[in-house]
Structures are given as structure tokens and as C-alpha cells.
């Protein structure tokens, strides 16, 4: 989806600032909301984020790998996709640090600033965020058309990009079962379906006195 349907402010908030040209003169960036963004998380295991993700203890997250997630859209935009698409690990930068970041990016010395470098601005976030340890896949379209909804479609193969699905650990485990047969019935996974034991209780532990 397009970064500004994402609910902090400060997404996006380098390609949509205003650009003073050496003449004195004010420009803004025309392609900057023709980028979309799919984001990823690098935390197996995090209450924060079934809490965030799963406010009714009913999500199914699954997992991929880098290559895959980069593969799975570079095939289908072809030669364009050297140009078009983009994966990077989120970095987590203070106010000022973010600020810096900003005016150093543009501060070009006489070269081109290149596509791969206007990614690069939606691949850093503020402190806040820091639990997330996020990846983003990113994509702008060289056509014009492809870039007017607020969401970009393509398609993939589930069963090669997904390699594993996991249930929430809040969910009872003889309803995580039967959604587990659910989704094996339904769609023909192949890969692991698991329910999570981030709250499973510890064994019984036995102290020597």
C-alpha cells in the first residue's frame, strides 16, 4: 500500500518536504506518492506485535524470506525491476538523526540521485517503532497508470513464498487445531503449520534444597 495510509506522521515525511533549489526557488518531488510499501517483520516471537496485529487473538502471520519477498515482485516486473523494486531493513533514527538524514540525503554533489536513493527514505522510522524490526519491500511504477489506488497488486505463487504459518498463541488450542485443518483443506499448504508457544507455560521445575 502507499506509505500514506500508514498511521505515523513521519512516514514519507522526506519525499513529500519541499526541495530549495539553488536558484532560491521551492520544488516538490511529483513521484513521491507513487510508492508502495509491504513491510515485514524480523521478530519470531514478540508480544508486542500480536498484541498490535492480533487484537482478536485471530491472526495467522506467515513467513518468508528476503530472497523470496524480493523475487516473488521482481519477476513479475521484469526488466523493470532493477529500477522499480526494492528490499532494505528499517533503521530506527531519532527526531534530529531523521532530520539529518533528510538534508544529507539530498546534498547530491553534483550526481544524480538514483531511484534505489528515494527508497532509502522510506527505510528509516523513529525509536518508537524499534520492537518492530521491520522490512520493507518497495515498488514504484515507471507507469503512470499502475500508480493511482492506494494499493498495488501482483501476483504470486503462496506455496513457494510462504514457507511457514503460524497460529496466535492466545487462540484455544482445539480451535488453533481446527484451523489448522482449515487452511490445509482450504488452500493445499504444504509448509508447517504451527501454533504459536509464546505463552505456553514453563515445565514443572524441581529446586534442590
Not at 506485535?49 to 502471520?61: F, L, Q
Not at 484455544?172 to 505463552?199: C, V, W
Request: hydrophobic content about 40%; glycine content about 4%.
Amino acid at each position: 500500500m502507499k506509505p500514506k495510509k500508514w498511521e505515523d506522521p513521519f512516514e514519507n515525511f522526506i519525499l513529500r518536504s519541499r526541495l530549495q533549489l539553488p536558484t532560491g526557488e521551492h520544488a516538490t518531488i511529483g513521484f513521491r506518492e507513487k510508492f508502495y510499501g509491504q513491510c515485514w517483520t524480523l521478530q519470531r516471537a514478540s508480544d508486542a506485535i500480536w498484541r498490535i496485529y492480533s487484537p482478536r487473538s485471530d491472526a495467522v502471520p506467515i513467513r518468508s524470506t528476503v530472497r523470496k519477498l524480493a523475487e516473488s515482485l521482481s519477476r513479475c516486473r521484469g526488466d523493470w525491476a532493477r529500477v522499480e523494486v526494492f528490499i532494505g531493513r528499517v533503521r530506527f533514527l531519532s527526531n534530529p538523526k531523521l532530520m539529518a538524514f533528510a538534508k544529507r540525503l539530498f546534498r547530491s554533489e553534483g550526481r544524480l540521485l538514483s531511484m534505489r536513493t528515494f527508497a532509502n527514505t522510506l527505510l528509516v522510522k523513529r525509536p518508537a517503532f524499534k520492537h518492530e524490526r521491520e522490512v520493507r519491500l518497495l515498488f514504484i511504477s515507471h507507469d503512470d497508470t499502475e500508480a493511482n489506488g492506494d494499493l498495488f497488486s501482483y501476483p504470486v505463487n503462496p506455496k513457494e513464498l510462504i514457507d511457514q504459518v503460524m497460529i496466535d498463541p492466545r487462540m484455544a488450542e482445539s480451535a488453533a487445531n481446527a484451523l489448522k485443518q482449515k487452511i490445509k483443506s482450504d488452500t493445499g499448504f504444504p509448509g508447517e503449520i504451527k501454533r504459536s508457544l509464546l505463552y505456553s507455560p514453563p515445565p514443572t521445575l524441581v529446586i534442590s534444597l
